[in-house]
């Protein structure tokens, strides 16, 4: 009785193994790279304070009497989240982008999604109303969404 080994097919899952240790470990590595990025970006005192001051005034504004004001809170509201983000690092061209690639650190950011398309009726369309109540629960979104970021 004689045994033979087919070397071609043993060398072949060799180099499968080594090709898998290889992926396995550059993924390893991007993985530890994307969860240091996420780490290390936080707002420095100035920039925090900054904005605040700004939050202030968008609740003061929001207070204000007349549905333009509310419109003009909500659409500043929006900003100060996108621009909260950007300092963040977070990738994207548009807020919804940024949005999207920040729920992965910060889950509860999916709530603030329904304030985002108010800002963008708003934006978009001419004869959108908005109701007083609609202005206050988007603040409230966006004001708990840029908490939890600590940009306020």
Known sequence: MTFTIDV????????????????????ALLFSRIRRFFASR???????????????????MQAAPGEMSRKVAVLEA?????????ALGMPGVTLGERLKFAQYKYPELRDVWWAHKVRNQLAHEASFHLDAGVARNALKAFEKALTRIGAI
């Open 8 to 27: 071609g097919a043993a060398g072949r899952i060799i180099a499968v193994l080594a090709f898998a240790l290889v992926v396995a470990a550059i993924i």
């Open 42 to 60: 936080s707002f420095d005192g100035s920039d925090r304070e900054a904005m605040r001051r700004r939050w202030r005034e968008i609740e003061q």
């Open 78 to 86: 929006d900003k100060l989240l996108d621009h909260a983000l950007k």
